[in-house]
C-alpha cells in the first residue's frame, strides 16, 4: 500500500523534528514550528492514511478495549494510530513526559479530559501529584487536531464516544527511553481550572491494547 500523500504531509513532519533535536528541543523552538506542524497534522484523514473505518464487530473479537497501530518511529518521531473500541472504552489517564503532542481525530467521536501539571516526573505508585484539570473537549474528524505540549494538558484520559473511534498520535519526541505512567481519574470530576490530586497507579490493570491491523511506514 503506497502512501504517497501521508508520506508528503509526515516527511515535512520528521524534517523539523530533526531541526528541533538539533537544537535541544525547548519550548520557545517547538512553539515557532507548532503552527506548521499543526496545518500538516490538520490534513491527515482517513483517505491519505488510505484507512477503512474498522469494524467494531472485529474489535469486540479481541476483547481489547483499545487498539494500537505503530504508524511510524524515529529517534525524534513517534506517529501512531489509537482505536477505541465502544462508547466508553478509554485511554486511561496518563502523562508524556517532556513530550509535545498533537491528536488528530480519524473516525467516530471521542472525548479528551486534559490536566496540567508543574512537573514531568511521576510519582511513585500510588503516589499523588497536583494537576490543574482543565476540561474536556469532544472531537470528531470535523474539528482541528488537538496540541498539548509538557506544560499544558500532558496529563489526559481518551473516552470513546462513538463504537470504532480512531485517532492519529503525533508525539515529539517520543517517549524514547522512558514510559508513560497512569494515574486514576480523579471521581468526580473537579470543575475545569481547579486543582486535583492525581494518584499515580500501577501499570496493566483493566487497561490494554490489541494490534490494530495498519502497516507500518519503515521510511518516509
Ligand atoms: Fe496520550
Given at each position: 500500500m503506497d502512501r504517497q500523500a501521508l508520506r508528503a504531509l509526515l516527511i515535512p513532519i520528521q524534517e523539523m523534528c530533526n531541526?528541533?533535536?538539533?537544537?535541544?528541543?525547548?519550548?520557545?523552538t517547538i512553539f515557532s514550528y507548532k503552527r506548521e506542524i499543526e496545518e500538516l497534522v490538520n490534513q491527515v484523514n482517513y483517505k491519505n492514511l488510505r484507512m477503512n473505518r474498522p469494524s467494531s464487530l472485529e474489535w469486540q473479537d479481541t476483547g481489547a478495549p483499545t487498539h494500537f497501530a505503530e504508524?511510524?518511529?524515529?529517534?525524534?518521531?513517534?506517529?501512531?494510530?489509537?482505536?477505541?473500541t465502544n462508547i466508553g472504552c478509554k485511554v486511561p489517564l496518563h502523562d508524556h513526559p517532556l513530550?509535545?503532542?498533537?491528536?488528530?481525530v480519524i473516525y467516530g467521536k471521542i472525548e479528551i479530559h486534559s490536566f496540567s501539571t508543574k512537573t514531568h516526573l511521576a510519582p511513585e505508585d500510588d503516589g499523588t501529584i497536583e494537576a490543574l484539570y482543565e476540561g474536556s473537549r469532544i472531537l470528531t474528524p470535523e474539528d482541528n487536531a488537538i496540541y498539548l505540549s509538557p506544560g499544558n494538558g500532558n496529563l489526559h484520559e481518551i473516552v470513546c464516544m462513538d463504537p470504532a473511534s480512531v485517532f492519529f498520535d503525533v508525539l515529539i519526541p517520543g517517549y524514547q527511553d522512558c514510559q508513560c505512567s497512569y494515574y486514576e481519574m480523579p471521581r468526580p470530576l473537579p470543575p475545569p481550572q481547579t486543582v486535583a490530586v492525581v494518584k499515580r497507579r500501577p501499570r496493566g490493570g483493566d487497561y490494554w491494547t490489541a494490534a490494530f491491523d495498519y502497516p507500518r511506514l519503515f521510511d518516509l
Open positions: 531541526k528541533f533535536a538539533q537544537q535541544r528541543i525547548t519550548r520557545s504508524i511510524h518511529f524515529s529517534e525524534n518521531l513517534q506517529i501512531g494510530a489509537f482505536g477505541l513530550i509535545h503532542g498533537f491528536i488528530k
